[in-house]
């Protein structure tokens, strides 16, 4: 019973709550953003690069043979190198995107006001020597 407790109050922490929250918000967000990505990025590139779609782009080392699920078929076997285009957008667009974000909550976030400077090493010096004349 005690051990049930003990993680009952660990699961209750703040920062496992916290935690909890933040994992389910950015798996929303990587779902906007991959939406973002591919359903209004990715088209557009493909727009500007000539019509093409990068997912089909591909080498061809040795091509398929015969109807997938029929007897001796050979799945083609293919250099995808679209599909690692697609995933290097993907990247540098996601990349931006949480830029942007991070930017604009950092814009928002209230500042932290700084602790008043003290005095510097050379006004300290010169307020003992004044002192110590004083004496």
């Not at 991959?34 to 500007?48: A, E, K, L, S």
């Not at 997912?55 to 083609?76: F, H, N, R, S, W």
């Not at 285009?85 to 006001?113: D, Q």
Request: glycine share 10%; aromatic share 8%; charged share 20%.
């Amino acid at each position: 019973m005690k051990i049930l407790r003990e993680f009952r109050d660990f699961i209750m922490t703040g920062n496992v709550i916290d935690l909890a929250v933040a994992v389910i918000l950015a798996g929303a967000v990587g779902l906007v953003v991959n939406g973002f990505v591919n359903d209004i990025m990715m088209p557009i590139v493909g727009h500007f690069a000539g019509g093409v779609d990068f997912a089909d782009m591909k080498y061809v080392l040795t091509p398929g043979i015969g109807v997938e699920g029929a007897d001796g078929y050979v799945p083609e076997n293919a250099i995808r190198y679209g599909a690692w285009i697609n995933s290097i957008i993907s990247l540098v667009t996601v990349g931006f995107v949480l830029f942007m974000i991070v930017k604009a909550y950092n814009k928002v976030r209230t500042p932290v006001e700084e602790a008043p400077a003290g005095p510097t090493q050379e006004e300290l010096l010169t307020e003992i020597r004044d002192l110590l004349a004083k004496k």
